[in-house]
């Protein structure tokens, strides 16, 4: 018997990724034809569709109506297509709660919800290659994540920020068609553990001890790429920490992201009380790893989206 699909949404909030994919195979066209009919034929009515799938993948739980999925995903679609509309500009992407620091320890139950979905994104997230890897973790879960943004912290061109990120969800979408049950390693406890690992950097380079954070952490030869594309090594990243304490500039640490060899860190700065616009109001540190350590930090300021 065919499950409807307020059944199939249940499953979903539950954290069957399958369910999910059988939701989208279900609307696809609709949605398909939602794109078209705004956009037309071309990468703008796939991008839109596209993006709905892996929203969709983020924000299942917040459908109220199960049995109006259906609309709801259209009216994503819809929506994407307005803002392709619009023509280019930053574009805020509300940050998922399966990536956001809590700000109490988890009920079980709550421990257990979307548990199987988490896993399953963060699985998937990893079988992508590095470069497509780096551009969806930026478009879905940081502040840079428009375009131009994205290609300013790649350091390449927006055509190849949208072809990476297609090639990305028709990946992500791909296999939520075709989910598997198996069982992922639960990323909970991973990314709580690059949490705490980020805080205690942050911490400890605001106590004037970024060096020893810098000799720990990245390779010897690492390379920073700063705002305005200058490049330089790890000296060039201690003596701009130490220019910012001496500023009186602090930094406080309000997200991670990890998968793979890719982490960011998306931190707060605190400008001096007696010259409040310092410094922009907060950066991203884009740490490529090898074995663990750092082989290329990438600082950029993300531009806030008008309101």
Same mark, same amino acid.
């Given at each position: 018997?065919?499950?409807? $699909?307020?059944g ?12 999910? =994919? ?11 034809? *939602? ?6 034929? =071309?990468? $703008? ?6 993006d709905?799938?892996?929203? !969709? ?7 109220r109506?199960?049995?109006? *999925? ?13 803002? !392709? ?13 399966w ?5 109490? %320890? @988890?009920? @079980?139950?709550?421990a /257990? ?11 998937? /997230?990893?079988?992508? #290659?590095? &470069?497509?890897? /780096? ?15 994205? !290609? ?7 055509g190849?920020?949208? %072809? +990476? ?23 909970? !406890?991973?990314?709580d553990a ?12 605001? +106590?004037?001890d ?6 720990? #952490? ?8 700063? &705002? =305005?594309?200058?490049? =330089? ?18 930094? +406080? ?14 931190? $707060? ?6 010259? @409040? ?15 663990? +350590? ?14």
């Amino acid at each position: 018997m065919t499950q409807g $699909d307020a059944g199939l949404v249940a499953l979903a909030q539950a954290g069957d990724a399958g369910a999910l =994919g059988v939701l989208l195979t279900r609307h696809e066209a609709g949605m398909r034809a *939602v794109a078209l009919s705004m956009l037309g034929y =071309g990468p $703008d009515a796939e991008d839109a569709v596209q993006d709905a799938l892996v929203t !969709a993948l983020r924000r299942i739980g917040e459908v109220r109506d199960p049995a109006a *999925v259906g609309p709801w995903l259209r009216t994503i679609v819809r929506n994407n297509a307005r803002m !392709a509309l619009r023509g280019p500009r930053p574009v805020p992407v509300a940050e998922p709660d399966w990536f956001a620091q809590p700000a109490t %320890s @988890p009920t @079980p139950e709550e421990a /257990l919800d979307s548990a199987a979905m988490r896993d399953w994104v963060w699985h998937a /997230l990893g079988e992508l #290659s590095e &470069p497509d890897r /780096l551009v969806t973790l930026l478009r879905y879960f940081s502040d840079a994540s428009s375009y131009e943004q994205i !290609a300013a912290v790649c350091g390449v061109p927006v055509g190849t920020v949208r %072809s +990476r990120l297609s090639h990305a969800r028709r990946a992500l979408a791909g296999g939520l068609r075709t989910a598997a049950t198996a069982a992922h390693a639960d990323v909970r !406890a991973a990314g709580d553990a690059r949490w705490r690992e980020g805080r205690d950097m942050i911490d400890t380079a605001m +106590r004037g001890d970024f060096d020893r954070v810098v000799r720990e #952490s990245w390779w010897p030869d690492a390379e920073m790429v700063v &705002p =305005g594309g200058r490049r =330089g090594g790890r000296d060039l990243a201690i003596r701009g920490m130490t220019s910012d304490l001496e500023a009186g500039i602090r930094q +406080r640490l309000r997200n991670v992201v990890a998968s793979g060899d890719v982490l960011i860190w998306e931190t $707060d700065l605190i400008s001096p009380p007696d010259d @409040p616009e310092h410094c922009p109001p907060a950066a991203l540190w884009l740490q490529q790893l090898h074995e663990g +350590r750092v082989r290329r930090f990438t600082l950029f300021h993300p531009v806030a989206a008008p309101l």
